[in-house]
């Protein structure tokens, strides 16, 4: 399995802007597609942005769309999570999952999952 950790939450303001990382390790890393998903209080986690194995093909939640950018150096083995213009509804713990091969929307395909890292946003 790939053993994965997420960093860069924190607390911003509306309008702002974060950047999330996710580092892998235990595992190929190119071998994955990754995704990220959210899970804010009392909701469903939910599909956020998935990157493909190579980087070439990204898709996005139409809530996010426009306003973040999933992207990947896999000579770092790292996915990352721009976030531009959040949203008081962005407000979640977001997490970082890996699906070996093909990328998916499902959240059940994927096989591993970082610990989440919070993400607030205030008015």
């Known amino acids: 399995q790939v053993q994965l950790v997420e960093s860069g939450g924190g607390l911003v303001q509306a309008g702002g802007s974060l950047r999330l990382s996710c580092a892998a390790s235990?595992?190929?890393?190119?071998?994955?597609?990754m995704g990220w998903f959210r899970q804010a209080p009392g909701k469903e986690r939910e599909f956020v942005a998935v990157i493909s194995r190579s980087g070439g093909g990204t898709s996005y939640a139409d809530s996010v769309k426009g306003r973040f950018t999933i992207s990947r150096d896999n000579t770092k083995n790292t996915v990352y999570l721009q976030m531009n213009s959040l949203k008081p509804e962005d407000t979640a713990v977001y997490y970082c999952a890996a699906k070996y091969s093909g990328s998916t929307y499902r959240i059940d395909e994927y096989e591993n999952w970082g610990q989440g890292t919070q993400v607030t946003v205030s008015s």
């Open positions: 235990g595992r190929t890393f190119s071998g994955y597609a």
